[in-house]
Nanobody, 120 residues
Framework: QVQLVESGGGLVQAGGSLRLSCAVS?????????MIWYRQAPGKQRELVAT???????GYADSVKGRFTISRDNAKNTVYLQMNSLKPEDTAVYYC?????????????WGQGTQVTVSS
């Protein structure tokens, strides 16, 4: 059973930093095609924040480019989101998702979310 456990959220002042972690268990790192961070603010649709592929390629939403960095530790089967220069508009529940392929079948799994609140 694949499980994703997020941590690192909290309350921070504007301009501050947080690092989110998402630990993945129940699947081999070699079956993971991509690890992705999303966020959902109150009253808004969930939006993609950052992606990292198995090859290490990264991508970011325009709103976070230059401020957020996604990385992964294959030994720990964990993906991170370093968030710097936080703004009140970054306030949201942050979710991680992994895309896997097992026996030729694609799956995606979600974490439970972690709250990030940025005060002005």
């Amino acid at each position: 059973q694949v499980q994703l456990v997020e941590s690192g959220g909290g309350l921070v002042q504007a301009g501050g930093s947080l690092r989110l972690s998402c630990a993945v268990s129940g699947t081999s790192i070699f079956s993971i095609n991509a690890m992705i961070w999303y966020r959902q603010a109150p009253g808004k649709q969930r939006e993609l924040v950052a992606t990292i592929t198995s090859g290490g390629n990264t991508g970011y939403a325009d709103s976070v480019k230059g401020r957020f960095t996604i990385s992964r530790d294959n030994a720990k089967n964990t993906v991170y989101l370093q968030m710097n220069s936080l703004k009140p508009e970054d306030t949201a529940v942050y979710y991680c998702k992994v895309l896997t392929t097992t026996r030729g079948i694609e799956h995606n799994y979600w974490g439970q979310g972690t709250q990030v609140t940025v005060s002005s």
